[in-house]
């Protein structure tokens, strides 16, 4: 415990050590000279006739110690000169302070918070690791907490135990404060009286933002199943809690799922002692050592230091909208489209169809967009969460922002009461009901397993057939029997040696189990779980399509990474490395999808898929989710494949040409630029183009989306920066587009060669690319596209690159066609733009 | 320890409340103002009686009334080297959490006789020398304080059991 003590860095260098006042073993007290020294400086000195001259000062100061001990070696001797700051001695503390209580030292008693001229730094500082549960006032130092751990580990080993960090909110319950459950729950006639019989709830007391929803009941409804799951689980592991929620409500759900304290005693931990109101770390609880931990979450970006250890759990969303009400201070989900079968639901009446998909995506919004039963544009999704991300990261803990969330949780829980979203919802759908009675009303799924029809005569809201908690016992277990065999494996191993040698049949167990051997040979779960998840998605390439909005970098998104992290590679584009397209039910008509029909190999499955497997830990069948793809695709795929495109509208060179060709489907794996599905989407917005299949262009017209279409055209918009250049070409793009036309072929080559031929495909050379095949075009708008593919400040830079380029190739189409007039006009927009830019 | 102070609190009393009882308005109005209260050297544990109500003074602006009351209380002043009984209310592997009447204790393991171990396993949590000592939450022990610090309104103590004749109260 010995403590080196150094000079300091504010004495006047160099001293002369004068005298040492302590010798080895004497005990010194904080704040007793145990050093005198001596140090010259230069003084003006005066006279009082106004002579004024330099004089060498010798000054002695004493060296006071600043903390208490016993004195155990000097490093200096007296007379010594010492140029610069270094350890002088080494004390032996009478107290290390290394658990501290509000500011009190726990052992010796002592206030750590006194601060006098002689202490080095603040005492308060040796101990500073929060770990107790349900404590913010005890802290730790890092040499107490890793003891404390080992200990832990140890036992834990001992018991063949992990540790198993659980949320609450949609994970294992789902809580909803709407006072329509309770009238519900009441009354034997209503709808969904049966399933409520298990809700449980309870009143909440406590200081939290509340106002109306004071004193209003909280209605608890545990994951079906929970109790056995839990029983079952904490065999294996010893179980913590982590919530978002207040103290007061993570107590309350402790009482209801856990009423004796068995499962989970003391070890709960809510938002009041985290310490952090947007993310959760393990730290918190395991400061050393994560080795022995998993986490089961409904939610990965708030774990971002320790997504390795995480389960994601598909959430839990029983009471159907609300999403999590103690969610508003963590930033917003990620959301995907929902699966919703649209066309199912009566044409007839297309807002309820649409107010229906709106609720679907509201899970995680919460109550806000439940009140709204509008159709939500996906492109104001993105706009609105793109904005808040902002807010979020500007924030930090801003005390303002701490406000604003408790303000907003307030109306939230307010809104839900005022608002009984689901009295409207169930009423809703009992109207539905009513008006198609015998047509078979298909719901939503929810809870990514196949919808099982219910025999109910009336549709209700609220069902109970989750069985995720199934598989997520398998998966614990599974995690907890590879751990332990490779932690067995490792002892043998590290046993090895002489021991091993002597007595093989009690090398195993005896010696080292008592004493949990070495701890370094404990395997870490973070390795353990990553390495039994890949096996999932192991060999399957996904593209995805529909799933992200527009402005989001797919390898960024929640569902990539989580497919990512089961093994699976996520491309950008379609090509024939790709197995699997993963496509949004809503929008089976993209281009990626049209790409993806001709090549047979790929399976087009819906999303459901991706989570199912996700969630089963296993490769699903891909039968029951493949995309039905509508036929013209499929038709004018398997022509294209044979006839070759007779002419080329785009007027590329002979030369882009050939190195098309030649790098065939060969395509670059990760373009960081989605600059591609920009271009891409772009042609989504043609129609099919093949005058060689006998169709005529207006009948395919016919059966093109154009709500899609504008959504699109909105989205697009939306995303550009409105440059007066980027909307008036935008325009001409469309118009130009919508000639029919052949060729598609040629032009998707194109635009691929530009990104295949260079092989760091880099987003800046993939612009240099696209700006020399823009450049060989004989056109008057060279200076324009290398003036708007230089490199844009800002994260946007891709997006925006794209963009013109597509723009560019808009205008050089029509001034092809339509002749000059167009031409200069653009010209003239553009040059006012350059304009505007460069003043 | 215990001691009777006199000390002297300012009562404001609103203008609607002027009028003939309003001494006892006064009192009991001190009594929910300062009873129970820290002042960051001692808790106020109960007043005694007034001694004195100084006559009232209109505040100018608010009309609010000012007395200056003076009064007997007993006071309670934790000491370093005290002996108090507690009651637990939290039990961890760094040590446990007690109340002595107002003032939240915590004692540490390395308070704690070596003997006495936590035991993780048990429910609720205990520290138990697997004898006649456990210690879980709601146990009535005794401590010896052996550091207080007082902040404004609140004051914090270590305590320590590891003497003789400390630790668990039995039989009560």
Redesign the interface.
Known sequence: MGKQLDLGHHLRYPITVSKLLKAPGDSIKKQEPILQYKFTTVREVGDPFGEQWKEKQVTFADWDSPSDGTMRKWKIQEGMVIEKNMMFAEIEEDCPHS?Q???????????M?EMSWASAKNDTDRAKINM????T??T?SQD?ASK?EE??QR?LLR?RKLSLVVDLDQTIIHACIEPTIGEWQADPSAGNYEVLQQVKSFQLNDDGPRGLANGCNYYIKMRPGLKEFLNKVSEMYELHVYTMGTRAYALNIAKIVDP???LF??RIISRDENGNMTAKSLARLFPVDTKMVVIIDDRADVWPKNRMNLIKVHPYDFFVGIGDINSTYLPKREELPKDVEIPKLKPSKPIEAAAVTSEGKTDGIGATRVSSKTPIAPTEGAKVSALEELVRMGGGDDQALRLEQAAEQENLLEKQIKERPLLHMQEQLDKEEDEADDEEAKEEVKNGETVTEHPHHKHNLLKDDDIELMYLEKHLTQIHKSFYEQYDGALVNAQGGRIAQLKPSHSRKVPIKEKAGDLSIVPDVAEVMPRIKTRTLEGCVIVMSGLVPLGVDIMRSEIALQAMSFGAVIHYKVSSKVTHLVASTSRTRTTKVKQAARREKIKIVSQQWLLNSMSKWKKEDEGPYLVHVSESDRKRAAGEEGSSPPSDMNETDDSSDDESASSGGEETDSIPSNSQDMSLELDDLAPSEDYDEGQSPVEQMNNFDWNLADAELEAFMDESDSEASDTASEISTNSGDRTPRSGEKRKYNDREESVDSDGDSDAESTLAKKQRVANKRSTGLKSLTSEQSLPTPGPTNDGEGGEDDGASKGIQEDDEDDGFDLERELMEQLENADSDGGG | MFFVLNLTHQVTLHPSYFGRSMHELVTGKLLKDVEGTCTGRYFIITIMDTVNISEGRVLPGSGLAEFNVSYRAVVWRPF?GETVDAIVT??????F?ADAGPL?L?V?S??IPPDIKFD??A???QFTNNEDSVIEIGTHVRVK?????A?VGSM???A?IKEDYLGCLQGS
């Open positions: 658990i209580f509000a500011g009190l030292c726990g052992i010796c008693g002592k206030d918070t107790i549960h349900d404590q006032a005890l730790v107490e404390a200990e832990l036992r018991d004796d304290k068995r005693g003391d | 370093k939290s039990v961890n592997q760094v040590g959490f939240p915590f540490s390395h308070l993780p396993n429910t609720p949590p304080l052996i550091g207080t610090r902040e914090y103590a270590i320590s």
